[in-house]
């Protein structure tokens, strides 16, 4: 079963409207973390958000939020304001906590959705 | 500082060639992986080192070798690779602790060209 699912291949915004990305998850675990990566065309993964398990509120990271809903386990970025430079493909992934031990820790990634802003 | 540096930044190489690519943190983190990326698709892990030490091995070939000489350097040598080795390598880096609290800082990626 997959991990992390995203269903969006691809989405396109108005720019400076807002715009959802979905992300569903799935695991056993009590304890684990969802994290948002932006890739731009350049190659590079850039971290944008971080939301655990425990944490009662949504995540925000200024025009970034986390719509956490932990019973129908989704993980939702949420872009306000869209600018140019959002246009890129967009991973949700997820860390579990009982990976997590001295042999290490592995990130689960969805299969992405490609944003496109237009002027 | 949070950046993870990887070079090169491009290669190509030969199906009988040697070539190593390398990895550098300089931000304490224990945890260091090597990714796989295909265009368009999501990165594939394929080594987690862990303290310096190889934790996780996703049956990758023998043709892929990684190497943790010290906590902040991981390196990925190469060898007698196949045209669909031609991917992008990623490196990360994160702490090495128990939850799920803390993100991956990833390199900019080497783009692998096997011809």
């Known amino acids: 079963a997959q991990k992390i699912t995203q269903t969006q291949p691809g989405m396109f915004v108005q720019e400076k409207e807002a715009v959802t990305l979905d992300c569903t998850y799935d695991t056993s675990d009590q304890s684990y973390g969802l994290f948002w990566y932006k890739q731009p065309s350049s190659g590079e993964m850039i971290f944008l958000i971080y939301?655990?398990?425990?944490?009662?509120q949504n995540a925000t990271e200024g025009r970034y939020s986390l719509n956490f809903q932990k019973a129908r386990k989704s993980a939702n970025l949420v872009i306000s304001a869209s600018q140019l430079g959002d246009s890129a493909m967009y991973f949700c992934?997820?860390?579990?906590?009982?990976?997590?031990?001295?042999?290490?820790?592995?990130?689960?990634f969805g299969t992405g959705t490609s944003l496109t802003v237009i002027p | 500082d949070t950046e993870v540096t990887q070079t090169p930044k491009h290669l190509v190489m030969g199906m009988t060639n040697k070539k190593s690519l390398k990895c550098e943190q300089h931000?304490?983190?224990?945890?260091m992986y090597w990714y796989k990326q295909k265009a368009k698709k999501p990165p594939e892990l394929m080594f987690v080192y862990s303290y310096e030490k190889l934790s996780i091995n996703e049956s990758v070939p023998s043709r892929f070798s990684p190497e943790c000489p010290n906590s902040s350097l991981l390196n990925l040598h190469l060898h007698a690779l196949q045209p669909e080795d031609s991917a992008l390598y990623l490196c990360a880096s994160s702490r090495a602790r128990q939850g799920g609290d803390t993100e991956a800082f990833f390199g900019q990626g080497t783009r692998l060209t096997v011809v």
């Open positions: 992934a997820m860390r579990e906590g009982r990976k997590i031990t001295n042999t290490g820790n592995q990130f689960y």
């Open positions: 939301q655990g398990s425990y944490d009662e």
């Open positions: 931000m304490g983190h224990r945890a």
